[in-house]
């Protein structure tokens, strides 16, 4: 798979060296300071199509027209990844506010309103997407636990999920040896409250590994996935996207 992976906050080192990614995911990873930034590059990548097709019901035919977005003439990508999603919001929230001590109300109204243009955009690309975040637990005093919800801005983490088919939440165990092992979690429960496997193939709890995620896709012919990873500095978030290109997934 050709992967254009996304540092926005300097985490690549778990993945090894620059010349590292590049031989691993065939293109050079992008680093960004500026939101604006990034919006161009996907302005540079892909861009919007209004299709128009018919559609046959029974003897009658229906006309439709939806936008899409494609990739631009000359563009081979198979997989984007973002990491992570949590510091990209970070940045866009830093030019917004301009170096003043806090956001007015309306800005945080607009960083609601523009989260969801991404995540909207990031659902609708023609390539599977990666998008990692940090866990923010949240105490829920009803029932005594502390749930996990993705650290974004804003009251987009209750429904962020909504937007991918895979939503995994990372956690590290050790075995008898001391081995740690880097799983995922793919069960919805009241701790991992937006875990979701929309193939309904997965485990409730596996090894990290993008392998089985993208033989699932080839399986149900979706063309593509998004995945939302949620986890906590250290437990497997980037590491794993070693194994995007495992043997039998180029």
């Not at 429904?159 to 991918?164: L, N, Q, T, Y």
Request: glycine fraction near 8%; include cysteine; charged fraction near 30%.
């Amino acid at each position: 798979m050709k992967v254009l992976y996304l540092d926005f906050e300097q985490g690549y080192k778990s993945l090894g060296s620059p010349d590292d990614i590049k031989n691993s995911f065939g293109y050079p990873m992008l680093q960004f300071d500026k939101y604006s930034d990034f919006k161009k590059l996907l302005g540079s990548l892909f861009e919007r199509k209004t299709i128009q097709e018919e559609v046959q019901i029974g003897a009658i035919k229906v006309p439709q027209e939806s936008t899409k977005w494609v990739r631009k003439d000359g563009v081979d990508l198979d997989c984007i990844v973002l990491d992570t999603g949590t510091e990209l919001v970070k940045k866009y929230q830093r030019e917004i506010q301009g170096g003043k001590d806090k956001l007015t109300i309306q800005q945080w109204g607009q960083i609601k309103n523009q989260l969801d243009i991404l995540m909207n955009v990031v659902n609708q690309l023609p390539c599977s997407v990666i998008v990692n975040v940090h866990a923010k637990p949240m105490r829920d005093e009803e029932l005594g636990i502390q749930k996990l919800y993705p650290a974004v801005e804003g009251s987009t983490k209750e429904d962020v999920g909504k937007w991918f088919d895979f939503v995994l939440y990372t956690k590290v165990d050790k075995d008898k040896t001391g081995k740690r092992n880097y799983i995922w979690v793919t069960g919805r429960d009241e701790r991992y409250c937006h875990a979701k496997d929309r193939s309904q193939s997965l485990k409730t709890e596996m090894l990290q590994d993008y392998s089985e995620i993208f033989n699932v896709v080839k399986q149900k012919q979706w063309g593509n996935a998004k995945v939302l990873c949620i986890g906590d500095p250290g437990s497997g978030k980037t590491l794993s996207l070693k194994s995007i290109n495992k043997e039998g997934n180029k």
